[in-house]
């Protein structure tokens, strides 16, 4: 069974990630939403293991000051799966 990380974040917060993460969906907060759950919704009916992840924008930017890591969606995924997988 595949597992697949979703990242769990606060209205708040996904408008502070539009801002500081390069390439974040620029959707408004429950269009996003919906489009996660949705995205969810499919990858379970695939029987995949479903892990929400936490991450707010200070742990973001402090993962990025630490490594030297690019402010990109790419970075968010990673730190997403990587939380995820501890």
Same mark, same amino acid.
């Given at each position: 069974? +595949? ?13 502070? *990630? ?11 907060? +429950? ?28 742990? *973001?930017? +402090? ?5 030297? +890591? ?17």
């Amino acid at each position: 069974m +595949a597992t697949q990380y979703f990242p769990k974040v606060t209205a708040a917060d996904h408008e502070v *990630f539009q801002r500081i993460v390069r390439h974040y969906p620029g959707r408004p907060y +429950a269009e996003w939403q919906e489009l996660q759950a949705k995205k969810i919704a499919d990858w379970a009916s695939r029987r995949s293991e479903i892990v929400m992840v936490d991450i707010t924008p200070d742990e *973001f930017t +402090a993962h990025c000051e630490r490594t030297g +890591a690019r402010p990109d969606i790419s970075t968010f995924t990673a730190i997403i799966v990587a939380k995820g997988s501890r």
